[in-house]
Nanobody
Framework: QVQLEESGGGLVQAGASLRLSCAAS?????MAWFRQAPGKEREFVAL???????AYADSVKGRFTISRDNAKNTVYLQMNSLKPEDAAVYYC????????????????WGQGTQVTVSS
């Protein structure tokens, strides 16, 4: 069983940056970020596999960057040019093989970290 712990959320103004971190208690193949705004479904944001394959949601391409420190079992999400519509609870997720874009594709989840963007 892998445990995930996110950190780095907060309240920022539109246009600002934040970096989220997610530390895993063990090695995983794919680590990803999802987000969920009030009243909306949880949606895919970005993923990064052990083999360095990367994917982003269209809504964050060019603004968000996912990276990973395999030695530390930690994944990061650098979020630049934040918009009010980026506000959500951000969740780290992981799986031991393959990858996916749906919440159901992932076996392990963090508790979430709140990102609030004021206009």
């Amino acid at each position: 069983q892998v445990q995930l712990e996110e950190s780095g959320g907060g309240l920022v103004q539109a246009g600002a940056s934040l970096r989220l971190s997610c530390a895993a208690s063990g090695r995983t193949f794919t680590m990803a970020w999802f987000r969920q705004a009030p009243g909306k479904e949880r949606e895919f944001v970005a993923l990064l596999t052990w083999l360095s394959s990367i994917a982003y949601a269209d809504s964050v391409k060019g603004r968000f960057t996912i990276s990973r420190d395999n030695a530390k079992n930690t994944v990061y999400l650098q979020m630049n040019s934040l918009k009010p519509e980026d506000a959500a609870v951000y969740y780290c997720a992981a799986r031991n093989s393959g990858s996916g874009y749906k919440p159901g594709d992932y076996d392990y989840w963090g508790q979430g970290t709140q990102v609030t963007v004021s206009s």
